[in-house]
């Protein structure tokens, strides 16, 4: 579960603009590097694999969006989060 205060963080970082395709995919990426490390240590938590799936394809689906209206905003999201394209 990501903290309140590294929420506001990422928040702060995108200039507190919660509705931005680039805060929420910001957002996502920490849920999901913290849902992959409990999983390293619980290989059969298969609720939380789900979950993981579940938050990948939603970044999946954002950073479509992101890439479909602001290539530029989609460039520096990638590069910032270190995403592969």
């Avoid at 579940?54 to 995403?83: C, P």
């Amino acid at each position: 579960m990501i903290t309140k205060a590294k929420k506001a963080e990422i928040i702060q970082k995108n200039h507190g603009n919660t509705g931005k395709p680039a805060t929420q995919i910001s957002i996502l990426t920490a849920r999901i590097g913290e849902i992959s490390g409990h999983l390293k240590s619980h290989k059969k938590d298969y609720t939380s694999q789900v979950g993981l799936l579940k938050l990948v394809g939603q970044r999946r689906r954002l950073l479509n969006y992101l890439r479909r209206t602001d290539y530029e905003d989609y460039a520096k999201v990638l590069k910032q989060l270190d995403l592969r394209k």
